[in-house]
């Protein structure tokens, strides 16, 4: 007779059961993950014309790209990347300005992360620290990785994300509406969807 004991039924089906309710945490957790990634953020009501009171200068000759980012906004490293392909597809066609939000009563080194130091070494784009969210507030922007492009009439082309989703680096209609106004002159999706953290919210703090 074989001396190895076997689990009994009874002893096994809460093993059973234990297993079963952490594979559905997980599933679930994994489920709640990828809705909060394609969850976009508000849009901005961006005005149709360069705002007065901007600091950023805009070239009258050139079309001016703005990104308003938040940076600590873990989402917002894609949006950079993105940026860095897109000014990559179109050198010299655009000046492009990355404002960091420092909400006020912050240190002024609070804006200055991995994230600013990142978007600093895109070629053709200048990183601007933004103070008490002023210029967010003129563009009427409300999420992290907004982006706007103004041709050189100040007239507004773009309003929207360059990722498809929360942290997401790929191919996206934002990205390439952007590199398409660049190049071309007109583009198919002039408004995207934006993912990224709130400018506004506690999150801003």
Request: hydrophobic content about 40%; some cysteine.
């Amino acid at each position: 007779m074989n001396g190895t004991s076997q689990p009994s039924p009874r002893r096994s089906w809460p093993l059973l059961l234990g297993g079963g309710v952490w594979a559905l945490a997980v599933v679930a957790g994994m489920a709640i993950l990828w809705e909060y990634s394609i969850t976009p953020g508000a849009s901005a009501a961006a005005p149709r014309f360069w705002p007065e009171g901007s600091r950023m200068e805009r070239d009258p000759a050139t079309p001016t790209l703005v990104m308003l980012a938040h940076p600590r906004c873990p989402c917002t490293r894609a949006s950079v990347e993105e940026l860095a392909r897109v000014m990559a597809r179109c050198p010299g066609r655009v000046k492009a300005y990355v404002l960091m939000l420092r909400p006020a009563g912050l240190p002024d080194d609070w804006a200055t992360t991995d994230l600013w130091r990142s978007a600093a070494i895109i070629p053709g784009v200048t990183v601007m620290r933004d103070d008490g969210g002023n210029e967010a507030r003129l563009f009427n922007a409300e999420t992290s990785g907004q982006t706007l492009l103004y041709d050189a009439a100040g007239r507004l082309l773009f309003s929207g994300g360059i990722t498809d989703a929360r942290g997401h680096v790929g191919d996206n209609a934002g990205a390439d509406a952007v590199v398409s106004f660049l190049t071309r002159g007109t583009a198919a999706w002039p408004e995207t969807s934006v993912f990224g953290c709130s400018l506004v919210g506690p999150g801003s703090s």
